[in-house]
């Protein structure tokens, strides 16, 4: 008799002819464009802590909301990550695991103008730094 989690893992299988060819090719060229094909943890190299990713801007009314989700920790956790508008520093939120698809979200109460820059920096325990930046 299968233990449970061989069952879980066949049940999670795509059989043979779950997919064509040409649709398992596009899954493929898909997963290699994410995070430079390195898509779960044990791909991203010790001491690489990565910024953070799905980096996002939307305008609320009058304020400005940043979105992301997580960074990578390296061989330290994270600890905060800073919001920076242009070049002045306008936030900090403390790490917490994402354990949800929500993002973390920073809103910006000062009015942003079109073409602001919007930065935000993991920082881990160790002060070492990883960032992501977008425009508005």
């Known amino acids: 008799k299968a233990c449970q989690m061989?069952?879980?893992l066949h049940a999670a299988q795509i059989g043979p002819d779950g997919l064509s060819v040409t649709d398992r090719e596009s899954v493929e060229r898909m997963a290699a464009g994410v995070k430079a094909g390195k898509t779960n943890y044990f791909q991203v190299d010790e001491n690489d802590m990565t910024a953070v990713s799905n980096l996002e801007v939307r305008r609320l009314n009058e304020q400005v909301a940043v979105?992301?989700?997580s960074a990578y920790a390296g061989s330290d956790p994270i600890d905060r990550y800073e919001v920076f508008r242009d070049h002045?520093?306008?936030g900090i939120v403390?790490?917490?695991?994402?354990?949800s698809l929500d993002p973390f979200i920073f809103k910006d109460d000062k009015t942003a103008e079109n073409g602001s820059r919007y930065r935000v920096v993991a920082i881990d325990a160790a002060g070492q730094e990883a960032?992501?930046?977008i425009r508005l």
């Open 131 to 133: 960032a992501a930046e």
């Open 88 to 90: 002045t520093k306008i």
């Open 6 to 8: 061989e069952q879980n």
């Open 67 to 69: 979105r992301w989700d």
């Open 94 to 99: 403390k790490h917490k695991p994402q354990v």
